[in-house]
């Protein structure tokens, strides 16, 4: 079982930035495809950026992209979601999640998760 461990979401106003971040507890993050998740009231779970586990392919939605940043540091053991310029529409709970070697955008594929954390944006 890996537990993963999310900080860093908060209420920030729009053009704002917040970094996430989650750890695998006593587990090494580069033994993982990592993927940041969120999910909006209604709405489905949704990838919005993946590592593969060799941390050498990234995926980012069409609705992130060039705004958010996947990142990991194996000295920290830490796997960082960068979000710049954030909007309204970014509001959801964001979730880090693990997979031995499956970095796709199906979340039901995903076994391990951590608790979520709420990003609030105000416009």
């Known amino acids: 079982q890996v537990q993963l461990v999310e900080s860093g979401g908060g209420w920030v106003q729009a053009g704002g930035s917040l970094r996430l971040s989650c750890a695998p507890s006593?587990?090494?993050?580069?033994?993982?495809?990592m993927g940041w998740f969120r999910q909006a009231p209604g709405k489905d779970r949704e990838l919005v950026a993946g590592?593969?586990?060799?941390?050498?392919?990234?995926y980012y939605a069409d609705s992130v992209k060039g705004r958010f940043t996947i990142s990991r540091d194996n000295a920290k053991n830490t796997v960082y979601l960068q979000m710049n310029s954030l909007k309204s529409e970014d509001t959801a709970v964001y979730y880090c999640?693990?997979?031995?070697?499956?970095?796709?955008?199906?979340?039901?594929?995903?076994?391990?998760w951590g608790q979520g954390t709420q990003v609030t944006v105000s416009s």
């Open positions: 999640a693990a997979h031995p070697f499956y970095s796709g955008r199906d979340y039901r594929a995903w076994p391990y």
């Open positions: 006593g587990r090494t993050v580069s033994s993982y495809a």
């Open positions: 590592m593969s586990r060799s941390g050498t392919n990234t």
